[in-house]
C-alpha cells in the first residue's frame, strides 16, 4: 500500500491499513509509525513528484492517526501516567551499549536462506531505499539503547518486538531478486549448454531443488531432536544464552546453505520459472515447523496449578465493596482477578506510577508492572478493604476451603471512603515506617506504628544518618537482632526498602535473612516476590527474638522492626461508618462529614476521575496517591464517575476524521458513487453538492504547491526526528 501511495499516487488504501494497525494491533503501532516515518524520508529522495507524494503520505497519515484517535490518543494518555515513563533517561543511560545478542540476533535467523536473494538485490540495485531501512532494523539488534527506544524506551513483552520489520524489510529485498525484471533490465544470459539442452537441465535442477528441501526436513527433524534442550533457553528464561545461540546459529547456517543451493540453480537457470519460489516456501514451512519445537513449550504454569486457584471462584456471598489479598504470593497476582475476585494485585503493561508509589511505600511487594496485595500492615489493609485473605491453610478460621488454599475474613476493613481532616502533607514518605504513621495520623489524628532499636549485632558498622539507613558488612556472619518486650498485642514486622522502583532486579535485593524466635521469617529478602514488609506475626506480652543475617553492604531509606498496636487500631476502626458502593466506572453514597473534612476513597488517582457532592461538581485531588475530595459538613451525597483521559477527545477526533474522510472521498470520486449520491440526494440537491465541491477543489488547486512545499520539508523533519529519536538520543545519553 505504501509502494501505491507512492509510485502511483494512490493513497486511500494506505492510510485506511495504517488506521486498522493501529485500532487492531496498537500495542505494535509504535515501530510501526517509527517504520513509516523512516521510510518516507528515504523514498521521497530522488523520487520526481516527491512534493506530491509527500502530501499525499502527509494526508494519509493524517486521516488515518484521526480516524484512530479514539484508540490512541486514551492509550498515549495512559502511558502517560505509567510506571513505564518513570527513569526513562537512567534507563537508557545506565544500559550496556551492546545488546544480548545471545537472543535479540536469533530472531532474525529464519532470514538466512534469503540472504543470497538479499545480496543479489544489493548487487543489481544498491539505490534501493529497502536496503538502507533494513540496515536501521538490524542496528538495534546489536545495540542496546536503540533497541530499547525502538520498544518506547524499555522492553514491552518481548526484547525484539520491531524485529518483524527487519524481517519484512528482507523479504521484500529476497522478491525483488526472484520478481519479475525491471523496465530495461536485461535477462541473465544462459550458458550454451544449458540452452542447448535447457528442459533436461531444468529437470534436473528441479530435482536438485526438491532434494535440497528433503535434506532439510530431515536435518530440522534430527537437530531438533538433539538439541533442543538448549535452543529453548528462550522459552524457559526469556532470555537466550550461549549455547542456544550457537545450536541455533548452525542450524541457520545449513539453512544458509540449502538458500545458497537454491539461489545458485535459478542464477544459472536450472529451473522452472515456479520451482525457486515454492521451495522456498516449502523452506519456509521446514523453519516453521522447527521453530514450533524450539518456541512452543509446555507452559511454565501446569493447567491443574490454576485449576486449584480455579475452585476459590464463587465461594464469597459478600454484596459490600471488599478486596480480596494473598497471605503472600502463593500465585500468579492476576489470578486473584482472573476467579473473579476485586483485588490491589495485578499486572499490566501500562500499571499507574501513583498505584505503584502508593502500593510499594504502604509495604506491599511488587516489581516490574506488578503490584502484589501481599505485604502491607493492618492498617493499609483496612483502608484497602482488604477483607479477605487467600492463604494455604486456614484453619477453624476459614470461610472456605479447598485442599490448597483457604479464604479466611479478616476484621481489619474499612469502608470505601474514610473521612478526615487535611493536615497539609500530601505525599508518602519513602521511609514506611513513617508512611505508616503519616496515613493513621491523616485517619485518626495519631501515630500507630513504633520502631525498635536492634539491641546486638556483629560483623556490621551502622553508618545510619538522616538521609537514611545504611550498613557495612564486614563479614559472612553479620548480623542484627532484637529481643522486643512487647506490651498488649501487637503485630510486629521486619523491613528493608530502598526506593520505588520497576526495576526487574535491585541491587538491595538479597541483603538480608531474617528469623524471629529462630523460625526463618523470609530467606535472601528483599527478593523479586517479596519486596513488602514482613509479617513476623502478632504477640501478646511476651519477648520476641527477631535476627537479621546481613550479606552485604547496602543502604536504604526503610531498616528496621515495627510494632502496630491491635487493640489501638481496633477501637479506632471499629465504627468506620458508611462507605460507597461500587457499579461499573462509578461510586456513589452517602457520607456523613464534619466541618472542613475531606473524603479519602482507596483508588488510586487518576486524571480520569470527577465527582460531585450535593449535586455540585468538585476538584478530586491526589493526597497519599489516592482519590480525596471535600465534603461538605452534615450528610453528603457522593458520586464519583471514571471516564478514561482521551476517550471524549479521541472520539470526537474519530468522528471528525471519519467525516472529512468520507468528504474527501465523495469530492474525488466521479463515477458510481455520483449516481449514488444523486439517488439518496436528488438530482437537484446533488449538483449544489456538486458545485460546492468543485469550488472546493479549485480552493485546494491554488493551495497545493505551497502545501506540497510544506509537506515535504515536514516529511524530512519528521524522518530526521524519528532517527534522532531512536538512533542519536539514546547513544548519547549512554555514551555521554
Same mark, same amino acid.
Given at each position: 500500500?505504501?509502494?501505491?501511495?507512492?509510485?502511483?499516487?494512490?493513497? +486511500?488504501?494506505? +492510510?485506511?491499513?495504517?488506521?486498522?494497525?493501529?485500532?487492531?494491533?496498537?500495542?505494535?503501532?509504535?515501530?510501526?509509525?517509527?517504520?513509516?516515518?523512516?521510510?518516507?524520508?528515504?523514498?521521497?529522495?530522488?523520487?520526481?513528484?516527491?512534493?506530491?507524494?509527500?502530501?499525499?503520505?502527509?494526508?494519509?497519515?493524517?486521516?488515518?492517526?484521526?480516524?484512530?484517535?479514539?484508540?490512541?490518543?486514551?492509550?498515549?494518555?495512559?502511558?502517560?501516567?505509567?510506571?513505564?515513563?518513570?527513569?526513562?533517561?537512567?534507563?537508557?543511560?545506565?544500559?550496556?551499549?551492546?545488546?544480548?545478542?545471545?537472543?535479540?540476533?536469533?530472531? %532474525?535467523?529464519?532470514?538466512?536462506?534469503?540472504?543470497?536473494? =538479499?545480496?543479489?538485490?544489493?548487487?543489481?540495485?544498491?539505490?534501493?531505499?529497502?536496503?538502507?531501512?533494513?540496515?536501521?532494523?538490524?542496528?538495534?539488534?546489536?545495540?542496546?539503547?536503540?533497541?530499547?527506544?525502538?520498544?518506547?524506551?524499555d522492553y514491552m513483552a518481548f526484547p525484539?518486538?520491531?524485529?518483524?520489520?527487519?524481517?519484512?524489510?528482507?523479504?521484500?529485498?529476497?522478491?525483488?531478486?526472484?520478481?519479475?525484471?525491471?523496465?530495461?533490465?536485461?535477462?541473465?544470459?544462459?550458458?550454451?549448454?544449458?540452452?542447448?539442452?535447457?528442459?533436461?537441465?531444468?529437470?534436473?535442477?528441479?530435482?536438485?531443488?526438491?532434494?535440497?528441501?528433503?535434506?532439510?526436513?530431515?536435518?530440522?527433524?534430527?537437530?531438533?531432536?538433539?538439541?533442543?534442550?538448549?535452543?529453548?533457553?528462550?522459552?524457559?528464561?526469556?532470555?537466550?544464552?550461549?549455547?542456544?545461540?550457537?545450536?541455533?546459529?548452525?542450524?541457520?547456517?545449513?539453512?544458509?546453505?540449502?538458500?545458497?543451493?537454491?539461489?545458485?540453480?535459478?542464477?544459472?537457470?536450472?529451473?522452472?520459472?515456479?520451482? !525457486?519460489?515454492? $521451495?522456498?516456501?516449502?523452506?519456509?514451512?521446514? &523453519?516453521?515447523?522447527?521453530? $514450533?519445537?524450539?518456541?512452543?513449550?509446555?507452559?511454565?504454569?501446569?493447567?491443574?496449578?490454576?485449576?486449584?486457584?480455579? &475452585?476459590?471462584?464463587?465461594?464469597?456471598?459478600?454484596?459490600?465493596?471488599?478486596?480480596?489479598?494473598?497471605?503472600?504470593?502463593?500465585?500468579?497476582?492476576?489470578?486473584?482477578?482472573?476467579?473473579?475476585?476485586?483485588?490491589?494485585?495485578?499486572?499490566?503493561?501500562?500499571?499507574?506510577? !501513583?498505584?505503584?508509589?502508593?502500593?510499594?511505600?504502604? +509495604?506491599?511487594?511488587?516489581?516490574?508492572?506488578?503490584?502484589?496485595?501481599?505485604?502491607?500492615?493492618?492498617?493499609?489493609?483496612?483502608?484497602?478493604?482488604?477483607?479477605? %485473605?487467600?492463604?494455604?491453610?486456614?484453619?477453624?478460621?476459614?470461610?472456605?476451603?479447598?485442599?490448597?488454599?483457604?479464604?479466611?475474613?479478616?476484621?481489619? =476493613?474499612?469502608?470505601?471512603?474514610?473521612?478526615?481532616?487535611?493536615?497539609?502533607?500530601?505525599?508518602?514518605?519513602?521511609?514506611?515506617?513513617?508512611?505508616?504513621?503519616?496515613?493513621?495520623?491523616?485517619?485518626?489524628?495519631?501515630?500507630?506504628?513504633?520502631?525498635?532499636?536492634?539491641?546486638?549485632?556483629?560483623?556490621?558498622?551502622?553508618?545510619? +544518618?538522616?538521609?537514611?539507613?545504611?550498613?557495612?558488612?564486614?563479614?559472612?556472619?553479620?548480623?542484627?537482632?532484637?529481643?522486643?518486650?512487647?506490651?498488649?498485642?501487637?503485630?510486629?514486622?521486619?523491613?528493608?526498602?530502598?526506593?520505588v522502583s520497576n526495576a526487574l532486579r535491585?541491587?538491595?535485593?538479597?541483603?538480608? !535473612?531474617?528469623?524471629?524466635?529462630?523460625?526463618?521469617?523470609?530467606?535472601?529478602?528483599?527478593?523479586?516476590s517479596q519486596n513488602g514488609l514482613i509479617?513476623?506475626?502478632?504477640?501478646?506480652?511476651?519477648?520476641?527474638?527477631?535476627?537479621?543475617?546481613?550479606?552485604?553492604?547496602?543502604?536504604?531509606?526503610?531498616?528496621?522492626?515495627?510494632?502496630?498496636?491491635?487493640?489501638?487500631?481496633?477501637?479506632?476502626?471499629?465504627?468506620?461508618?458508611?462507605?460507597?458502593?461500587?457499579?461499573?466506572?462509578?461510586?456513589?453514597?452517602?457520607?456523613?462529614?464534619?466541618?472542613?473534612?475531606?473524603?479519602?476513597?482507596?483508588?488510586?488517582?487518576?486524571?480520569?476521575?470527577?465527582?460531585?457532592?450535593?449535586?455540585?461538581?468538585?476538584?478530586?485531588?491526589?493526597?497519599?496517591?489516592?482519590?480525596?475530595?471535600?465534603?461538605?459538613?452534615?450528610?453528603?451525597?457522593?458520586?464519583?464517575?471514571?471516564?478514561?483521559?482521551?476517550?471524549?477527545?479521541?472520539?470526537?477526533?474519530?468522528?471528525?476524521?471519519?467525516?472529512?474522510?468520507?468528504?474527501?472521498?465523495?469530492?474525488?470520486?466521479?463515477?458510481?458513487?455520483?449516481?449514488?449520491?444523486?439517488?439518496?440526494?436528488?438530482?437537484?440537491?446533488?449538483?449544489?453538492?456538486?458545485?460546492?465541491?468543485?469550488?472546493?477543489?479549485?480552493?485546494?488547486?491554488?493551495?497545493?504547491?505551497?502545501?506540497?512545499?510544506?509537506?515535504?520539508? $515536514? $516529511?524530512?523533519?519528521?524522518?530526521?526526528?524519528?532517527?534522532?529519536?531512536?538512533?542519536?538520543?539514546?547513544?548519547?545519553?549512554?555514551?555521554?
Open positions: 500500500a505504501a509502494e501505491r501511495l507512492f509510485d502511483r499516487g494512490k493513497g +486511500g488504501w494506505f +492510510g485506511i491499513l495504517l488506521a486498522l494497525q493501529v485500532v487492531l494491533n496498537l500495542y505494535l503501532s509504535f515501530p510501526v509509525v517509527c517504520f513509516f516515518a523512516l521510510y518516507a524520508g528515504i523514498r521521497l529522495i530522488g523520487l520526481p513528484d516527491r512534493k506530491a507524494a509527500a502530501l499525499r503520505f502527509l494526508r494519509a497519515c493524517g486521516g488515518a492517526a484521526l480516524c484512530s484517535a479514539v484508540v490512541w490518543l486514551p492509550m498515549l494518555s495512559a502511558y502517560g501516567a505509567s510506571a513505564r515513563m518513570r527513569g526513562l533517561f537512567s534507563i537508557l543511560a545506565g544500559s550496556s551499549l551492546t545488546a544480548p545478542i545471545e537472543t535479540t540476533v536469533p530472531t %532474525v535467523f529464519c532470514l538466512f536462506p534469503l540472504l543470497p536473494f =538479499v545480496g543479489y538485490t544489493l548487487w543489481k540495485d544498491r539505490k534501493n531505499p529497502m536496503l538502507i531501512l533494513f540496515a536501521l532494523t538490524l542496528i538495534p539488534l546489536f545495540v542496546e539503547p536503540v533497541n530499547k527506544m525502538w520498544q518506547t524506551g525484539t518486538r520491531y524485529a518483524f520489520i527487519a524481517l519484512f524489510c528482507g523479504l521484500s529485498l529476497a522478491a525483488d531478486a526472484l520478481g519479475p525484471r525491471k523496465e530495461g533490465e536485461a535477462a541473465p544470459e544462459l550458458a550454451a549448454p544449458v540452452r542447448q539442452h535447457c528442459l533436461p537441465l531444468q529437470l534436473v535442477g528441479t530435482l536438485l531443488s526438491v532434494g535440497v528441501c528433503l535434506v532439510m526436513v530431515r536435518f530440522s527433524s534430527d537437530w531438533l531432536a538433539a538439541h533442543v534442550g538448549e535452543m529453548d533457553a528462550y522459552s524457559s528464561t526469556l532470555w537466550g544464552d550461549e549455547a542456544s545461540f550457537a545450536a541455533l546459529l548452525t542450524y541457520y547456517l545449513v539453512a544458509l546453505g540449502a538458500g545458497l543451493c537454491l539461489f545458485a540453480l535459478d542464477r544459472v537457470g536450472w529451473r522452472f520459472r515456479a520451482v !525457486t519460489g515454492l $521451495c522456498l516456501c516449502a523452506l519456509a514451512a521446514v &523453519e516453521a515447523v522447527f521453530g $514450533c519445537g524450539v518456541y512452543l513449550i509446555p507452559p511454565a504454569e501446569e493447567p491443574t496449578d490454576y485449576a486449584a486457584v480455579a &475452585e476459590l471462584a464463587e465461594a464469597l456471598d459478600d454484596e459490600s465493596f471488599y478486596r480480596v489479598k494473598m497471605e503472600r504470593k502463593l500465585f500468579d497476582v492476576n489470578w486473584v482477578g482472573g476467579i473473579g475476585y476485586p483485588s490491589l494485585a495485578h499486572y499490566t503493561s501500562m500499571t499507574q506510577a !501513583t498505584l505503584m508509589d502508593t502500593a510499594k511505600k504502604l +509495604g506491599y511487594s511488587g516489581y516490574w508492572m506488578e503490584i502484589g496485595s501481599h505485604g502491607g500492615t493492618l492498617l493499609s489493609d483496612a483502608l484497602f478493604s482488604h477483607k479477605y %485473605v487467600i492463604s494455604r491453610s486456614g484453619g477453624e478460621d476459614a470461610v472456605f476451603q479447598t485442599p490448597n488454599y483457604a479464604i479466611t475474613e479478616s476484621p481489619w =476493613v474499612l469502608p470505601l471512603g474514610v473521612t478526615y481532616l487535611p493536615d497539609g502533607q500530601t505525599e508518602l514518605p519513602l521511609d514506611r515506617l513513617a508512611a505508616q504513621n503519616a496515613l493513621s495520623d491523616l485517619l485518626f489524628g495519631e501515630e500507630l506504628m513504633r520502631a525498635y532499636d536492634f539491641s546486638d549485632s556483629r560483623g556490621v558498622i551502622d553508618q545510619s +544518618g538522616e538521609e537514611g539507613f545504611s550498613f557495612a558488612v564486614s563479614d559472612n556472619t553479620a548480623f542484627v537482632s532484637w529481643e522486643i518486650e512487647v506490651e498488649g498485642r501487637q503485630t510486629l514486622y521486619f523491613d528493608l526498602f530502598d526506593r535491585e541491587e538491595i535485593n538479597g541483603a538480608a !535473612t531474617v528469623y524471629v524466635n529462630n523460625r526463618l521469617a523470609a530467606a535472601d529478602y528483599p527478593s523479586q509479617c513476623l506475626g502478632s504477640f501478646e506480652d511476651e519477648t520476641v527474638q527477631v535476627k537479621a543475617y546481613l550479606h552485604k553492604s547496602f543502604t536504604c531509606s526503610s531498616f528496621g522492626v515495627y510494632g502496630l498496636d491491635e487493640a489501638r487500631l481496633a477501637e479506632l476502626i471499629a465504627d468506620p461508618g458508611e462507605g460507597l458502593s461500587s457499579s461499573p466506572n462509578r461510586l456513589s453514597g452517602e457520607i456523613e462529614a464534619g466541618a472542613g473534612e475531606h473524603l479519602l476513597v482507596a483508588l488510586p488517582w487518576d486524571a480520569g476521575f470527577s465527582a460531585r457532592v450535593n449535586g455540585r461538581t468538585v476538584e478530586v485531588s491526589e493526597v497519599f496517591g489516592l482519590l480525596s475530595l471535600p465534603l461538605e459538613e452534615g450528610l453528603n451525597a457522593v458520586e464519583i464517575v471514571y471516564r478514561s483521559p482521551g476517550l471524549v477527545a479521541g472520539g470526537v477526533l474519530t468522528g471528525l476524521g471519519l467525516l472529512l474522510c468520507g468528504l474527501w472521498t465523495a469530492f474525488r470520486c466521479r463515477t458510481g458513487l455520483s449516481r449514488r449520491l444523486a439517488a439518496w440526494f436528488g438530482k437537484e440537491n446533488f449538483r449544489l453538492f456538486g458545485r460546492a465541491g468543485e469550488r472546493a477543489g479549485a480552493l485546494l488547486s491554488r493551495m497545493t504547491p505551497a502545501a506540497q512545499k510544506a509537506a515535504l520539508v $515536514c $516529511c524530512a523533519l519528521l524522518a530526521a526526528g524519528v532517527f534522532a529519536a531512536l538512533y542519536l538520543f539514546p547513544l548519547i545519553l549512554n555514551l555521554f
